[in-house]
């Protein structure tokens, strides 16, 4: 994993996301669209620096999951602060769309008419819930990570196309990951440290020239991409 010093005056995005997981996916992205590297970014929520001790002993909603997104979102006094004090910063808010028909997620499932077009609606239903809960503040400056249905399914757009189809993305990634990897490679699979995993998993992402063909394979990740991209200087 790369190292740098973190200078407090370089910090250029913050992230809301789900789990440890998702925090390294996405900032492999953010080094392949951005050049963004583990120093210009802070992770919000989940709280990065808990251990797997920690983690452990402590139940979904305290240290991730959509609840805990939502939460950071209505009450965002940190992430105002954070981006007051860095004023061209952009916030990050990922979130998985599979739950979105739990109580307190309440987002409308559309109608299926083809995987391109329920993609683009959940994405865009899903944003505008994210919008709701910020009270619509930073509208300017935020970048919606919606991963249709788990982020699995971006994953999945390093080994196959059209990854949008698939209802159970974690399984079918799971599965693949078994199949495609070699017995070396498998090693990573068996990593406890979350973050270490994807940021392993993911590292294809952060590859520039690499990054635009992986993105035309799922509609919500390419989605995510061309948000970014108003953001590149």
Not at 52 to 79: A, P
Not at 87 to 98: C, G, K, R, T
Request: negative net charge; glycine residues 2%.
């Amino acid at each position: 994993m790369e190292v740098c010093l973190i200078l407090i005056f370089n910090m250029k995005a913050v992230i809301v996301a789900e789990g440890r997981g998702d925090l390294a996916v996405i900032s492999q992205i953010l080094k392949g669209s951005l050049d963004y590297d583990l120093c210009d970014i802070k992770f919000q929520t989940p709280e990065y620096e808990y251990d797997q001790t920690d983690l452990h002993q402590m139940n979904e909603s305290q240290f991730g999951g959509w609840s805990r997104v939502k939460n950071t979102c209505i009450y965002n006094e940190d992430v105002e602060i954070f981006l007051e004090m860095y004023d061209e910063s952009i916030l990050i808010v990922q979130i998985d769309s599979a739950e979105r028909n739990e109580i307190g997620y309440d987002v409308n499932l559309p109608i299926k008419p083809n995987h391109i077009e329920y993609c683009e609606l959940v994405y865009d239903n899903v944003s505008l819930k994210i919008n709701e809960w910020l009270d619509n503040k930073f509208d300017s400056r935020i970048a919606y990570a919606v991963c249709v249905e788990e982020i699995e399914a971006w994953m999945l757009t390093l080994y196959l196309e059209n990854t949008s189809k698939f209802p159970n993305p974690k399984e079918k990634f799971n599965f693949e990951m078994n199949r495609i990897l070699s017995k070396k490679e498998k090693k990573i699979l068996s990593e406890n440290d979350v973050f270490k995993k994807y940021y392993k998993l993911s590292k294809p992402f952060s590859k520039k020239r690499d990054l635009p063909k992986f993105v035309e394979n799922n509609t919500s990740l390419n989605k995510f991409y061309d948000q970014l991209m108003v953001f590149k200087s």
